[in-house]
């Protein structure tokens, strides 16, 4: 029997982790660069990008800012570059556009339904801030509402899947976000492969527990038939356990310092790279072997690393 490929998606920096919750956090360009490309040769076939302020490490949205790291990572690997369109909740539509528009992305994220996304009970482990904006940033999570209407999610399809050929690796926080996705899918507005990502643990999204996991699962099952692939991240702590269980179920993975900065209990990840090897190790491990980013491409369907604007 062939052994089974799986998709290493690496999520290198994000918009959820501050500067001063882990000195190994990628912020700068050359930071970003660095540790997508190390993550890519440790084996991650899919690198999830978002941008930052070289300044001040606060989220970033500006297609200059991401043409301060995309070619060197382009001109480094054939990993599937795949950019987010979440952006962070302070961010209009437009915005959280921009990075993936500019340059034609093979591969993005599509949040599949609003939702609150919070991060400040880390505040109460945090007593010093590098930066002023962080704090004011962690808080406002209280009140923000992560929005991904059906209009919202309508103009991602319209503006990035159809004039660009974008395909998407649909962020599923919660049961009701496969429904949703499904409606999409019967307009006609999602075809081909469909490659979902579980979400799990993040505060206002469903729980980490694996029963969780073997429910969306069923559900995705019922809804989309063999008609998808799936992958999994769990946020912070979960992360591990999960994408274990995930590889285990028949699931791809994803790892990365914008959705863990841990390495295991109370110690830090040093690097992407190093969260990839951990899960490659238990991955080989149990007998599965990694997708190249051409496999991964073949997958799911995407256009091809010519055919984004990135010299
Ligand atoms: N940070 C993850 C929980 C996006 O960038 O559009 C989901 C994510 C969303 O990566
Ligand atoms: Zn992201």
Redesign the pocket.
């Known amino acids: 029997m062939a052994t089974r490929k799986v998709i290493i998606t690496c999520?290198v920096t994000?918009?959820i982790h501050t500067p001063s919750m882990s000195p190994h956090l990628p912020v700068t360009p050359e930071q970003i660069a660095d540790q997508a490309i190390e993550a890519a040769e440790a084996g991650a076939a899919i690198l999830?990008l978002?941008a930052r302020d070289p300044k001040d490490g606060r989220p970033a949205f500006d297609p200059t800012t991401y043409r301060q790291f995309l070619p060197r990572i382009h001109a480094a690997t054939d990993a599937v570059i795949n950019i987010?369109t979440?952006g962070a909740v302070t961010m209009t539509l437009d915005q959280r556009l921009a990075g993936a528009l500019d340059v034609s992305a093979e591969m993005a994220?599509c949040n599949m339904g609003s939702m609150n996304f919070a991060i400040f009970p880390i505040l109460e482990k945090m007593k010093t801030f590098e930066h002023d904006w962080e704090q004011v940033y962690i808080e406002g999570t209280r009140s923000a509402i992560f929005r991904n209407t059906f209009a919202d999610i309508e103009q991602i399809f319209e503006r990035l899947g159809r004039a660009h050929g974008t395909r998407f690796e649909f962020e599923c926080y919660e049961v009701g976000h496969l429904y949703n996705l499904k409606h999409f899918v019967d307009r006609g507005l999602v075809t081909g492969p469909i490659f979902l990502q579980f979400v799990l643990g993040v505060l206002g999204g469903i729980g980490a527990d694996p029963e969780n996991l073997v429910h969306m699962k069923h559900i995705a099952d019922k809804l989309f038939g063999e008609r998808y692939q799936w992958s999994v991240l769990g946020a912070g702590r979960h992360q591990m356990p999960l994408v274990t269980q995930a590889a285990l179920m028949g699931g791809n993975v994803r790892v990365g310092l914008?959705d863990s900065l841990m390495s295991g209990p109370g110690r830090l990840a040093t690097s992407n790279a190093e969260q990839v090897r951990t899960i490659r190790g238990v991955l080989e491990a149990l007998g599965m072997a990694i997708a190249t980013p051409d496999e991964a491409r073949q997958m799911l369907g995407l256009k091809g690393r010519d055919k984004i604007r990135l010299g």
């Open positions: 999520a994000g918009s999830h978002h987010t979440g994220s914008e």
